[in-house]
């Protein structure tokens, strides 16, 4: 960051000598701001300044706020009258103790939140802070970020060392995709999956992970509820507070209200444009069919799971609620869409959990993808024992790849057939790692599967051009 010009510590000193009230203060502040807040270039560099900085810890990084500090786009102000000029006020002199109900007057800021900024950084902070409000969501500051790099995990057990975080750090990732059981906790006690939670939390390079880059997960069975649950799980409900809360889901997070925890996120400008989408694959998921006790054994033995295919018209793998949600979301420009699965899809049947499990929704979803014309799809998912990359070319307008992750810091015990398998498969503990050259005319993505060592297990390199409807 650059450091606070000698100007601005020079004026504030003058005034507080002086016992000039802050009003003056924010008098002489609003001249600069007015025109950076007009300015894209400047709130594009306000965002930038303001998720390189400490604003994130206490403000969420689109502003909602946390639980550590308030909401920046609702429409309470805490401090000042919500104008430009208050907004550059609040952040240059700080504060001591904070207001509102939801605090209580127990939170803080250090003046520039602690940060060295000269007076350009902190017009361009002031006008951007100012745009969440002025905009909700800051839905044009956010689609203007390029993410060009980007990690994907699954499978983290909390009660073994994850020394993959510190290879993860080592690649610097704009964002970080949580694919499922980012705990095996398997629980009805809400009180043992909080336990399980704060084990991942205090794990070396996660938390460090998470002030460097940006996350987005959804779950999967084992930080959901029981093993292989869905639907049927009692305390699904409070499960889903938990999940949001450790992952600080904002206040008024649309996921708050909803059925599931589905979601989805745009990055970049048009022509760089990448859509991060979400599934929730359990809070509504039917029965699975399951084969005898001894045919169970006989499928072991060849890697493949206890469970038969459920065509059944109403066999259900999303909520009707998500499919309608998804469908917008799928008429939404974009350039590359990342459709994050807590279970394989393309994948062919094992008897392990799949999408290939309930073959109609199966279907339906490439029904979807084809009839509204999505471009630039790709599919990341996990849980399975093994590490996969799958490509499928019938029924879908262009080649539909799906990469598969392993345990993040587990061996896995067997491969399972995979007729859809592109190269070989591995057991060795995996992170995902993509890398999207968003400089080419025909942009260029390189997506691999790692080692904790950081040694390549499987490579696929795509084109933009490859994924495009024919």
């Not at 691999?448 to 409807?469: C, D, G, K, Y």
Request: glycine share 10%; hydrophobic share 40%; net charge neutral.
């Amino acid at each position: 960051m650059p450091r606070i010009g000698s100007d601005v510590r020079r004026r504030r000193r003058r005034f507080l000598r002086l016992g000039v009230l802050p009003v003056v203060v924010l008098a002489w502040a609003a001249g600069p701001v007015l025109g950076a807040a007009a300015d894209p270039d400047a709130i594009e560099r306000g965002a930038v300044i303001y998720r390189g900085g400490t604003c994130p810890v206490c403000h969420h990084w689109e502003g909602q706020g946390n639980r550590r500090g308030p909401d920046l786009t609702d429409e309470e102000w805490l401090h000042g009258d919500g104008s430009l000029a208050a907004v550059r006020g609040a952040i240059e002199t700080g504060f001591r103790h904070g207001a509102g109900r939801r605090f209580g007057g127990k939170y803080e800021m250090w003046p520039l939140g602690g940060m060295e900024l000269d007076e350009g950084d902190l017009d361009a902070l002031s006008a951007f802070v100012w745009s969440l409000h002025r905009r909700r969501r800051a839905a044009d500051t956010r689609t203007r970020e390029v993410v060009s790099r980007i990690a994907f995990a699954s499978g983290a057990d909390q009660d073994r060392s994850q020394p993959a975080w510190d290879t993860v750090l080592a690649l610097r990732p704009q964002l970080m995709l949580m694919l499922g059981n980012s705990v095996l906790a398997g629980t009805d006690d809400m009180l043992e999956l909080r336990l399980q939670y704060e084990k991942l939390a205090a794990k070396p390079g996660f938390d460090e992970l998470r002030r460097q880059s940006r996350f987005l997960a959804t779950w999967n069975d084992l930080d959901f509820g029981h093993e292989d649950a869905g639907a049927e799980f009692a305390m699904r409900a409070e499960s889903k507070e938990l999940f949001l809360d450790f992952w600080e889901a904002p206040p008024g997070s649309p996921r708050r209200r909803q059925q599931g925890i589905y979601a989805s996120q745009r990055f970049g400008p048009p022509g760089r444009r990448l859509q991060v989408i979400l599934l929730d694959t359990r809070y509504d998921r039917g029965p699975l069919w399951r084969v005898s006790p001894d045919e169970a054994t006989n499928r072991a033995a060849r890697g493949m799971g206890p469970y038969l295919p459920n065509d059944h018209q109403r066999a259900r793998m999303l909520s009707e609620e998500q499919w309608r949600w998804l469908e917008e979301e799928l008429h939404e420009p974009a350039d590359l869409r990342l459709i994050v699965t807590s279970i394989p899809f393309v994948m062919e049947f094992t008897g392990w959990e799949s999408w290939a499990n309930m073959p109609l929704e199966r279907q339906r979803l490439l029904a979807l993808v084809r009839n509204t014309g999505a471009n630039g799809v790709i599919l990341l998912s996990g849980n399975t024992p093994w590490s996969d990359i799958s490509r499928l070319d019938a029924d879908f307008p262009y080649p539909l790849w799906d990469i598969t992750t392993g345990s993040l810091n587990r061996r896995g015990d067997a491969i399972g057939p995979n007729r859809h398998r592109v190269g070989s498969a591995a057991r060795e503990p995996n992170f995902g790692y993509m890398d999207i050259d968003w400089t080419q005319a025909d942009p260029t993505i390189r997506i691999e599967l790692r080692t904790v060592a950081n040694r390549v297990l499987l490579r696929q390199t795509l084109q933009l051009s490859q994924l495009q409807p024919k």
